[in-house]
């Protein structure tokens, strides 16, 4: 459900376990339009020659072998398709001048989107959120989300809700260039609703909270994702109590095993891939 009033339908590629959920908040991007290797290939024989054959292919490059060069009919035949290029009577390929264009151009048609999350939960949950949210950056850089119809209007009414919250909590205020938000008390609470999140968590696994703090190691199973204003986190259990931690895709390949890595400025620095005899602490 775009924010411009439109409804969406785009390709997109999750490894197991990696997409956001229901009513999470995404944008989504064409991916780059960018050319193979074997289209720079073609295009510098035909440059050279005015067309392209696997004969041309050999003697420009003797050291590619039958079965390289047959990827690069392969891909003309591809191209042959869908119109970009044409083939002759005698074998030989027809290249126009704009063939790394056009070749790009069909790269990015076929590709997936790319995807960055905005939010892993709902918009609802975000007006009076304690943690940095999307809506902050859109309030500060004065987001130019058309605002006027479904989705947008929705985000419209967030965004005028964020900002009474944020003036109400002393943690925004009204500058001469615009709206500012104090971006330290805003951390500071975040830290408090991940820990309040925390809580809430150790009564349903009967377990304590061990929060991670810079430089610790963290040593357990990784359980699942948790969801919340402030982001994604991963929850590691291990024998008496449990720690969140910034999730991370690569995480969802050990759901399950045991994980261990190092708490860092930008996150943890996982060493995934070793064995380990057991839990931690």
């Known amino acids: 459900d775009g924010a411009d009033g439109h409804q969406w339908r785009v390709p997109v590629e999750f490894s197991p376990g990696t997409a956001p959920p229901k009513g999470a908040i995404v944008e989504a991007t064409r991916a780059a339009a960018n050319p193979r290797k074997v289209d720079l290939t073609i295009a510098a024989i035909a440059e050279r020659h005015g067309l392209y054959s696997d004969h ?13 060069r047959l990827t690069h009919k392969r891909r ?20 126009p001048n704009d063939f790394i264009e056009r070749a790009a151009a069909y790269e990015g048609e076929r590709a997936a989107a790319r995807i960055r999350i905005l939010s892993w939960v709902a918009l609802d949950q975000l007006p009076n959120a304690h943690a940095v949210t999307f809506l902050d950056d859109a309030l500060v850089n004065r987001s130019s989300i058309d605002h006027r119809h479904g989705f947008g209007a929705e985000i419209a009414d967030a965004l005028a809700v964020r900002r009474r919250w944020l003036l109400s909590q002393g943690i925004g205020r009204e500058g001469e260039e615009g709206f500012v938000i104090d971006r330290d008390q805003l951390q500071v609470r975040t830290r408090h609703a991940i820990d309040d999140a925390a809580s809430n968590l150790a009564r349903d696994l009967g377990k304590q909270y061990a929060p991670a703090e810079f430089g610790d190691r963290i040593e357990g199973v990784y359980r699942r994702p948790i969801d919340l204003p402030a982001g994604r986190f991963a929850l590691v259990e291990r024998a008496k109590e449990f720690t969140l931690v910034p999730w991370r895709e690569v995480l969802e390949q050990r759901r399950g095993m045991e994980v261990s890595g190092v708490v860092r400025a930008n996150g943890v620095s996982w060493e995934l891939g070793r064995s380990r005899t057991g839990p931690g602490r």
Do not use: C, F, K, Q
């Open 56 to 68: 041309l292919h050999a003697a420009a490059d003797p050291s590619a072998s039958a079965a390289y």
């Open 76 to 95: 003309l035949e591809a191209l042959r398709r869908v119109g970009i290029v044409d083939r002759n009577v005698d074998g030989t390929w027809r290249v």
